[in-house]
């Protein structure tokens, strides 16, 4: 099986190639300009470029491709509406053009929760789409329009997709969240909606790449929407407690009232837009942490065959291990993203 992978110096991405690689999938892996990540692993070609970007040999590179995982995506407190859309939708439509074109007939495209988050409580999929009347963010809302784009495309026989929605994914080779929650930990308190009471849909790492990989290869999946995510509930609390404490670091909390939050995040982002880049994801991030959010993965589980194989205290282990062999918590701190921002393309 030949393979193509958007995003695959992030944390799902690069986690995805290692594991088709290991199965023995041909895999091309789309990484930015002069990212040597992949440039001496067997297995893997790099493909130089960006989902968004105009690339008129798309469809060219693609040929012969049985499954295209678009993991690409970006997420930024500063991010603008306009840079969401490019990246989180007109990347996407780029790639299901080129990959119509050059016949490619399996797309798994990796989304987030939010795209069905309306305020107050996530919309179940169920094996299909769950989207608000609103969204409350732009970010959200750029998830939910590259979804509609591809079930779509899908309905119209053009390719077959697959839409994931993981939770909060975790897990060794965190390179997206870990990182900033690191570096907030170090330098001060960690922000805490309420107690921290509120449940949290978590996704390890592992899992999510098992979900990817049968949805690459499930006739029954194509054309659903399936959410993943681990078995065990934890409240957010509960889980910044285990994040942080199997990286070395002992949290302290700064504890925030849920209605204050949403006023300050409100507050906060009217003042940004007035005196510089508006913060346009606080309101969602208030939101969540204050109402929580849960996952039915049944049908993930009936098509997919989807399940949470690796336990709580092991899945943990693992990241001290990786956490460890990285330097610990100063080393994870300075990480920053692989992908270059929008602005520097």
């Known amino acids: 099986m030949n393979a193509f992978v958007t995003g695959a110096t992030g944390f799902a991405g690069r986690r995805l190639v290692e594991r088709l690689v290991a199965e023995g999938v041909a895999v091309s892996a789309m990484v930015p300009d002069g990212d040597a990540t992949f440039s001496a692993k067997a297995g893997v070609t790099p493909v130089y470029g960006l989902p968004e970007l105009v690339d008129p040999s798309l469809p060219e590179r693609l ?3 049985d499954v295209l995982y678009s993991c690409d995506a970006w997420f930024d407190m500063q991010g603008s509406a306009e840079v ?99 570096r907030r930990a170090l330098k001060s308190t960690v922000p805490l909606v309420g107690e921290g009471a509120a449940p949290v849909a978590t996704t390890y790492i592992d899992h999510l790449v098992d979900a990817l990989v049968a949805a690459g290869t499930c006739p029954a999946a194509t054309g659903k929407v399936y959410y993943v995510s681990d078995d ?13 404490g199997a990286v070395g670091i002992v949290p302290e909390y700064r504890h925030i009232p849920g209605t204050m939050a949403r006023a300050a995040a409100a507050v906060a982002q009217a003042a940004a837009s007035l005196v510089g880049p508006p913060s346009p994801i606080l309101r969602l991030l208030a939101s969540m942490a204050e109402e929580g959010f849960t996952h039915d993965v049944q049908p993930a589980r009936r098509d997919l065959g989807y399940r949470s194989r690796i336990d709580l205290d092991e899945a943990l282990a693992n990241l001290t291990v990786w956490s460890q062999a990285m330097g610990g918590p100063s080393k994870l701190a300075e990480i920053r993203p692989l992908r270059p921002t929008p602005s520097d393309e």
């Open 63 to 65: 040929e012969g491709i």
């Open 84 to 182: 969401f859309r490019q990246v989180n939708v007109t990347g996407p439509r780029r790639l299901l053009d080129a990959a119509v074109s050059a016949g490619v007939r399996r797309f798994i495209h990796l989304s987030s929760q939010t795209a069905a988050w309306n305020g107050h409580v996530l919309l179940e999929a169920n094996g299909s789409p769950g989207y608000p009347a609103e969204h409350v963010d732009p970010y959200s809302r750029s998830r939910a329009e590259a979804e509609k784009v591809l079930l779509a495309a899908s309905r119209a026989g053009r390719l077959e997709a697959v839409v994931l929605r993981p939770g909060w994914t975790w897990g060794p080779g965190d390179i997206d969240i870990l990182p900033i929650l690191v």
């Open 232 to 244: 065990r509930g934890l409240t957010l609390r509960e889980f910044l407690d285990l994040l942080l």
